[in-house]
C-alpha cells in the first residue's frame, strides 16, 4: 500500500505564509507526478499546483505568484509554500501522487486525508 500524509496546515492571517509537506511511503518504486488540490466549502474539488518527475511545474491562475511547489525525491515528500495567503485561499487542501508500485506495475493516483488551511481576514 501507498500512504499520503500532509502536514502544515493551520489557521494564518491574511498576507502571511504557510508551507505544506506531503510525505509518501509504502510500496514505491518511481513517483511520477505530484500534486495539491483544494477544495472549499461549498466547492468542487480543484487543482492547485501540480510537479512532474522531471520538475516541470504548473500553477491555477489564483495561484501564480503566490504559490510555489517543489518536490524532494529522497523523501518522497511534495512541498507547497503558499505566499501572500488570502482569504479565499482558505480550504482544505489535497496532496495526490501517482505512483508506480514495481518496475512492470502500472502507475495509480493516491491521496493524503487532506489538511485544513484557513485565511482571516
Known amino acids: 500500500q501507498v500512504q499520503l500524509v500532509e502536514s502544515g496546515g493551520g489557521l494564518v492571517q491574511s498576507g502571511g505564509s504557510l508551507r505544506l509537506s506531503c510525505a509518501a511511503s509504502?510500496?514505491?518504486?518511481?513517483?511520477?507526478?505530484m500534486g495539491w488540490y483544494r477544495q472549499a466549502p461549498g466547492k468542487q474539488r480543484e487543482l492547485v499546483a501540480t510537479?512532474?518527475?522531471?520538475?516541470?511545474?504548473n500553477y491555477a491562475d489564483s495561484v501564480k505568484g503566490r504559490f510555489t511547489i517543489s518536490r524532494d525525491d529522497a523523501k518522497n515528500t511534495v512541498y507547497l509554500q503558499m505566499n501572500s495567503l488570502k482569504f479565499e485561499d482558505t480550504a482544505v487542501y489535497y496532496c495526490?501522487?501517482?505512483?508506480?508500485?514495481?518496475?512492470?506495475?502500472?502507475?495509480?493516483?493516491?491521496w493524503g486525508q487532506g489538511t485544513q488551511v484557513t485565511v482571516s481576514s
Open positions: 495526490n501522487a501517482n505512483v508506480r508500485r514495481s518496475f512492470y506495475g502500472l502507475a495509480n493516483d493516491y
Open positions: 509504502g510500496s514505491i518504486f518511481r513517483i511520477n507526478g
Open positions: 510537479i512532474t518527475s522531471g520538475g516541470s511545474t
